[in-house]
């Protein structure tokens, strides 16, 4: 993996980003990116932002890859939840950064949602988008891994640039999380790729039946009122995808004992 050029491209994109938000003021670089995302609905950046939770995103991951039978997507998840979510939140704590909403008046920032103030750097959506589309990318095959570049990456993009048209991010906060959830994907996919889950029929069972739990939960999660046309609208989708699977097991599982069976009475 070390020797794909996607191993090093977005890493490195990242970097440049960083180097460049750290020789320009936080302040204008909110503003210059929150002029940008003005251009576009509000309702977008609200629901772009909460695909990055956790709940969504995880649902929408399974979904897909249960759909285009990506089956070794899952097992770099399960590898990557711990060292996400461990970096994740001690860097939170030991930075203990503010929020927009803390440090700039009303007036000079735009918020859509809840006003947060502190656990500023690095953001945590921005971190779980990148981690799930490097889970996607880097266990994709070859020819298949610009495909899934050019899905997932555009979408992780705009998650993270939604903490920022939101008002909740700083621009660093996003490019930092975003290198971030690279960083302990690729980890994972290594760790994955030595020392499993290998990917087989118990894990795509598991996968089935994560998906029906997750897409139920965003039908009775309780969200904003703009939030749930999405959160139903994905649940119903979700939910979808794992029954239409389900649904298929059983039938090959049938098919594929009853051919035995008619075998068997042919000879006698």
């Given at each position: 993996?070390?020797?794909?050029?996607?191993?090093?491209?977005?890493?490195?994109?990242?970097?440049?980003?960083?180097?460049?938000?750290?020789?320009?003021?936080?302040?204008?670089?909110?503003?210059?990116?929150?002029?940008?995302?003005?251009?576009?609905?509000?309702?977008?950046?609200?629901?772009?932002?909460?695909?990055?939770?956790?709940?969504?995103?995880?649902?929408?991951?399974?979904?897909?890859?249960?759909?285009?039978?990506?089956?070794?997507?899952?097992?770099?998840?399960?590898?990557?939840?711990?060292?996400?979510?461990?970096?994740?939140?001690?860097?939170?704590?030991?930075?203990?950064?503010?929020?927009?909403?803390?440090?700039?008046?009303?007036?000079?920032?735009?918020?859509?949602?809840?006003?947060l103030r502190q656990g500023s750097f690095p953001s945590g959506h921005t971190v779980t988008a990148f981690t799930l589309a490097a889970c996607?990318?880097?266990?994709?095959?070859?020819?298949?891994?610009?495909?899934?570049?050019?899905?997932?990456?555009?979408?992780?993009?705009?998650?993270?640039?939604?903490?920022?048209?939101?008002?909740?991010?700083?621009?660093?906060?996003?490019?930092?999380?975003?290198?971030?959830?690279?960083?302990?994907?690729?980890?994972?996919?290594?760790?994955?790729?030595?020392?499993?889950?290998?990917?087989?029929?118990?894990?795509?069972?598991?996968?089935?039946?994560?998906?029906?739990v997750l897409g139920l939960g965003l039908w009775w999660r309780t969200v904003p009122a703009t939030v749930e046309p999405l959160a139903h609208?994905?649940?119903?989708?979700?939910?979808?995808?794992?029954?239409?699977?389900?649904?298929?097991?059983?039938?090959?599982?049938?098919?594929?004992?009853?051919?035995?069976?008619?075998?068997?009475?042919?000879?006698?």
């Amino acid at each position: 993996m070390f020797r794909s050029a996607w191993f090093w491209r977005l890493p490195g994109l990242c970097l440049l980003v960083i180097a460049g938000l750290m020789l320009t003021p936080p302040v204008d670089a909110l503003a210059g990116v929150q002029r940008l995302t003005r251009a576009a609905p509000d309702l977008l950046w609200w629901w772009l932002t909460w695909l990055g939770d956790t709940h969504f995103a995880l649902a929408l991951f399974l979904a897909a890859t249960i759909a285009t039978g990506h089956r070794h997507a899952s097992p770099a998840l399960l590898w990557s939840i711990a060292p996400a979510t461990l970096t994740l939140h001690g860097i939170k704590t030991l930075a203990a950064a503010p929020r927009p909403a803390a440090v700039l008046p009303p007036e000079a920032l735009h918020i859509i949602g809840d006003v947060l103030r502190q656990g500023s750097f690095p953001s945590g959506h921005t971190v779980t988008a990148f981690t799930l589309a490097a889970c996607w990318i880097l266990t994709a095959r070859p020819p298949q891994r610009g495909m899934a570049a050019a899905v997932s990456l555009p979408l992780a993009f705009a998650i993270g640039l939604s903490r920022v048209g939101v008002g909740a991010h700083w621009p660093l906060d996003v490019a930092v999380g975003a290198l971030l959830g690279w960083l302990c994907a690729a980890a994972a996919v290594l760790a994955a790729g030595r020392w499993g889950p290998r990917p087989g029929d118990a894990l795509h069972r598991w996968e089935i039946g994560a998906a029906g739990v997750l897409g139920l939960g965003l039908w009775w999660r309780t969200v904003p009122a703009t939030v749930e046309p999405l959160a139903h609208a994905l649940g119903g989708l979700v939910v979808g995808v794992a029954l239409v699977a389900a649904a298929r097991r059983i039938w090959l599982r049938r098919a594929s004992t009853a051919v035995p069976l008619r075998r068997l009475r042919e000879m006698e």
